[in-house]
């Protein structure tokens, strides 16, 4: 079943600012966003940090309303005169460093773009809000991760809005400072701001460093399978475009100054995921290097703090915004597997010199 959360015939056109918008879920939004709305103005502002990959968004380059702008959100200068020349309402905020094994080689990028960057972004919107007479439609949306309250024992209820913060890693540390942000700029300043939280996104475009595009790659390549620890880690995993369509509600029907969960009601332990993934390629590779794909399955040291158990319980935004994921995880498995044996085009390139040698520092 697919939604329609388009709002009506009396929807007002948007002009959007996205950032990040050429990485894994901002792509992805982009493309929801041009398909709902096509009388939108769409800008993109992207750094194209080595998870930003424009030809992801090569296909809208030439529509009227849609400009990709290459830049970084900690750019005060240009994101004031973005902001300004667009007469930009909505800013949906995506940008990010964004993977954790990364944060732990390497924390002070993450502290630079979500922390210093997600302010920038807000004192600019500030600014150009007040500018505009504090208009009630404008919105600023941050979106960050279920991962800022923390690690979940096997009998823990699922996170919900009220969950104390209780960031572990670098990734959600900053994650936490920069929704921290967000929500003082409502509470002080009254920037019409929303955060949504939401858990372990798959899918379309999505980089190879992370779990799920790791594990086909590497199934279509031969190379091992490498699950940290005993793989008995639970995430929480919600297909890409079911994230989208809950930003989309949010932007037209959340609340200023409020937190929405988002999540796909769909607990996997690690190993069992990778197990499903094995069995999908298996039935729907013609040629692969080893088959069955499980033969490939090693257990690798265990990522340093790595947290056991997410969960989110998105009742709020079900019961107040109406909105509900609509992929099973088997059918969103199914669909990202098809599009990694497909796409072959998009993700090779990104097997880098850059890739390989981190590659190297984690999986030693
Ligand atoms: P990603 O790493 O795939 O993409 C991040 C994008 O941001 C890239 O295109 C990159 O070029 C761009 N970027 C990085 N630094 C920048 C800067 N300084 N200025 C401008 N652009 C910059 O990330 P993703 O997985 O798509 O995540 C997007 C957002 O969603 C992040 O804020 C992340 O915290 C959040 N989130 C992710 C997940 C998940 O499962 N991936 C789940 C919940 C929330
Ligand atoms: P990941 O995709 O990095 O997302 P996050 O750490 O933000 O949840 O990892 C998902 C889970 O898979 C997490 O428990 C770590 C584990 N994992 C592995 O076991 N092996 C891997 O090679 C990777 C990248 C992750």
Redesign the pocket.
């Known amino acids: 079943m697919t939604h329609s959360w388009n709002n009506g015939e009396n929807r007002q056109p948007r002009r959007i600012l996205i950032t990040g918008g050429a990485g894994f879920i901002g792509s992805n939004f982009v493309h929801h966003w041009c398909e709902s709305y096509g009388g939108d103005r769409v800008v993109v502002l992207d750094a194209l940090t080595y998870a930003g990959n424009r030809q992801t968004l090569a296909q809208l380059e030439g529509r009227e309303n849609f400009r990709f702008v290459q830049g970084d959100i900690c750019d005060r200068a240009a994101v004031d005169s973005l902001l300004q020349e667009e007469a930009i309402d909505t800013v949906a905020h995506f940008a990010a460093e964004s993977?954790?094994?990364r944060s732990i080689l390497g924390p002070g990028a993450f502290v630079q773009t979500n922390v210093v960057g997600t302010f920038t972004l807000l004192e600019a919107f500030r600014q150009h809000w007040n500018g505009k007479g504090q208009p009630s439609d404008y919105r600023f949306l941050h979106v960050s991760t279920d991962?800022v309250y923390g690690s979940l024992g096997p009998d823990d209820p699922a996170f919900t809005e009220t969950t104390p913060y209780a960031p572990n890693s670098p990734y959600s540390a900053s994650k936490a400072g920069s929704d921290h942000l967000a929500r003082a700029y409502f509470h002080t300043y009254k920037v019409p701001t929303i955060i949504t939280n939401c858990s372990?996104n798959y899918g379309p475009y999505h980089f190879p460093?992370?779990?799920?595009p790791?594990m086909c790659i590497n199934m279509l390549l031969g190379k091992p399978l490498?699950?940290?620890g005993d793989?008995q880690?639970v995430?929480d995993w919600l297909y890409v475009r079911d994230h989208c369509s809950a930003l989309d509600v949010v932007i037209h029907r959340g609340e200023p100054g409020e937190t929405y969960n988002v999540g796909g009601n769909n607990e996997v332990k690690?190993i069992d995921l990778v197990r499903m993934l094995c069995k999908l390629m298996d039935e729907m590779a013609t040629e692969l290097p080893v088959r069955p794909c499980e033969e490939l399955i090693t257990f690798v040291k265990d990522?340093p703090g790595?947290d056991r158990r997410?969960a989110i319980d998105a009742t709020k935004i079900k019961t107040e915004l109406g909105w509900t994921p609509s992929v099973t995880v088997e059918e969103g498995l199914r669909r990202t597997v098809e599009w990694f044996l497909t796409h072959e085009d998009w993700w090779k390139p990104l097997l880098s010199e850059e890739y390989q040698a981190y590659y190297n520092q984690v999986y030693v």
Not at 209 to 212: H, V
């Open positions: 993977h954790v094994d991962e372990n460093e992370k779990l799920i790791l490498p699950v940290y793989g880690n995430r690690n990522r790595h997410y």
